[in-house]
């Protein structure tokens, strides 16, 4: 597989509080995480640094190749919660209570894609042409839109737009989506922060992705994002799984 990664701060604001971390595992697996922090001064920084660090620890140590699809989900859930509990207490020690971060955690094993996430940090899949949402907003408009109250459109210019209802560290319990879907051999994952998606479309994100390399990708999608405003940090991760990887669709 190939793995392009990038952050920047976007022209707004002074300082980049998103994180991001990308790896390779026994067998052939891959994994990603972004982290978008929140929580003023310092806090939204921090916490997005050491979840993603911890998410990197913890991988690391307890990802098998022997895992089967079930023993992924719980290692997925486990290391975020790992994560939630390292942020939590750093905030109650330090005085930064209400503290946290986004995150989308996405592993990829034997043609499939495992993911977990909390808050507004996304997962994208393109396949054959066309780009898909994985994950769901934890956030106040995407609840309006479920209850038909606003549209997609409205969504986009509401108020209330950067208000998530669930992150990573402000509470000790938490309850983070997992979902699975296939993956075969020349699809492409997008994991990114809301500075992405606030300022390019889906059809962005699927032409600069049409043609070239991931790394060539996650630098198209970031000045795209940035020439349309750059209003918020900016992270993009992609993963193409090369034609030559073997797998069936």
Not at 49 to 55: C, G, L, V, Y
Not at 95 to 124: E, P, W
Request: aromatic residues 6%; glycine residues 10%; proline residues 2%.
């Amino acid at each position: 597989m190939k793995i392009g990664a990038i952050t920047d701060k976007g022209k707004v604001r002074a300082v980049n509080e998103d994180c991001f971390e990308t790896g390779e595992l026994p067998g052939g697996a891959v994994w990603a995480v972004v982290c978008d922090g929140m929580g003023g001064t310092n806090g939204g920084e921090i916490a997005s640094q050491i979840a993603s660090k911890t998410i990197l620890e913890r991988i690391n140590k307890l990802y098998s190749k022997e895992m089967s699809s079930r023993a992924i989900h719980k290692l997925l859930f486990s290391v975020i919660e790992w994560a939630n509990s390292a942020v939590f207490d750093y905030a109650s020690d330090n005085n930064l209570q209400g503290m946290g971060t986004t995150v989308v955690l996405a592993l990829i094993k034997d043609n499939k894609v495992f993911c977990a996430h909390l808050g507004d940090s996304r997962m994208y899949s393109i396949s054959d042409g066309k780009i898909r949402l994985l994950t769901k907003d934890h956030s106040i408009v995407q609840e309006l839109i479920d209850k038909g109250l606003i549209s997609p459109a409205e969504a986009a210019n509401h108020p209330q737009k950067n208000i998530i209802t669930k992150a990573l560290g402000v509470d000790k319990s938490i309850n983070a989506d997992r979902t699975e879907e296939p993956f075969y051999p020349g699809d492409t994952l997008i994991l990114c922060s809301d500075g992405l998606t606030n300022f390019t479309d889906e059809e962005d994100i699927l032409h600069l992705c049409s043609t070239g390399e991931p790394d060539e990708w996650v630098e198209k999608l970031v000045s795209k994002a940035n020439e349309n405003g750059g209003g918020d940090n900016i992270t993009v991760v992609a993963i193409l799984q090369d034609k030559n990887g073997g797998g069936e669709r």
